[in-house]
């Protein structure tokens, strides 16, 4: 969604979150039950496990390096916190390297592919970083 700063993306965000997120199935009814969407569910209401990235809590400072460093920690930091969410979910642990949080990603792919179900990224923010790192160099 390309909308204006304050402009509710990440309320929606959570919105898309706790409506397809299998995890939180049994809480559908108390929230959405009272709404259209509640009343008239699609089928893939909560059939995902999700996966939710902000960049903000990207730091944007520094060199290339660091500002690579700080996207890898925090990636990792999703991952693992993905991993404690879903474990009563998943039929391994989700191996995650400290130096490369993208082979972290693949493994969480591998692990929820093998579940049968699907994969819904969600990342908010995300252009936040870049602007951050375009503005200091103005």
């Not at 204006?4 to 809480?27: C, H, I, M, Q, T």
């Not at 400072?61 to 460093?69: H, V």
């Not at 925090?74 to 130096?99: K, M, W």
Request: charged content about 25%; overall charge neutral; glycine content about 4%.
């Amino acid at each position: 969604f390309l909308r204006p700063r304050r402009f509710g993306k990440s309320l929606w965000l959570s919105v898309l979150e706790n409506y397809y997120d299998l995890a939180r199935a049994d809480r559908f009814e108390q929230l959405f039950g009272d709404l259209k969407i509640g009343r008239n569910p699609t089928p893939k209401r909560n059939s995902y496990f999700v996966l939710r990235l902000n960049f903000s809590e990207v730091d944007p400072n520094g060199d290339t390096d660091a500002i690579t460093a700080s996207l890898h920690r925090h990636i990792n930091s999703c991952v693992r916190g993905f991993n404690r969410y879903y474990h009563h979910h998943l039929p391994q642990p989700i191996e995650r390297d400290t130096a490369d949080s993208f082979v972290s990603l693949r493994d969480l792919i591998d692990v929820v592919a093998a579940t049968g179900h699907k994969l819904y990224l969600i990342i908010d923010e995300y252009d936040n970083f870049a602007n951050e790192v375009m503005a200091s160099q103005m």
